[in-house]
């Protein structure tokens, strides 16, 4: 689908999400917000443990819940802090995100969207492996 993405739709749903953050560690809420190829919006959030290190962001639970549920891939997401800022997927984040939105993903930011291969540059991808790996 080749529509116009309603940012205002995502990071409302992203903001919907934040009451369902499990941050009880970090006290940070984050809500993410996501529309899928077939013009579905479908969001998560992020999931902390009492073994920090196993915490999950809200984009991985947002990813986690387009494969369950067998929504294809992702043309533009939105994240938000507690403050309604938008913030900027982390490192770990944009790594997960390329592989179910690819490198054209529009990715919500301050001053405008940015395509994943924007903050992502010369990312290592599935393509890599599919030179190697037949
Ligand atoms: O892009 C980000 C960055 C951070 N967090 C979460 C991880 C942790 O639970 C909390 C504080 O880092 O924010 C996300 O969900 N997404």
């Not at 409302?12 to 579905?40: C, D, F, N, Q």
């Not at 939105?78 to 939105?101: F, I």
Request: charged letters at 20%.
């Amino acid at each position: 689908m080749d529509t116009v993405i309603d940012w205002n739709v995502l990071r409302h749903k992203a903001s919907e999400m934040l009451s369902r953050a499990y941050a009880p560690y970090s006290r940070y809420p984050v809500g993410a917000a996501g529309i899928t190829s077939e013009g579905e919006i479908l969001g998560g959030c992020n999931v902390e443990n009492v073994s920090y290190g196993l915490g999950i962001c809200a984009e991985v639970s947002l990813i986690a819940q387009l494969v369950a549920h067998g929504r294809g891939t992702l043309r533009a997401v939105s994240v938000t802090d507690a403050n309604g800022k938008v913030l900027m997927p982390c490192g770990r984040c944009r790594q997960v995100l390329l592989e179910h939105g690819g490198r054209g993903l529009l990715v919500d930011h301050p001053s405008g969207s940015r395509t994943l291969a924007d903050l992502l540059p010369d990312a290592f991808g599935p393509d890599d492996i599919a030179e190697v790996v037949p």
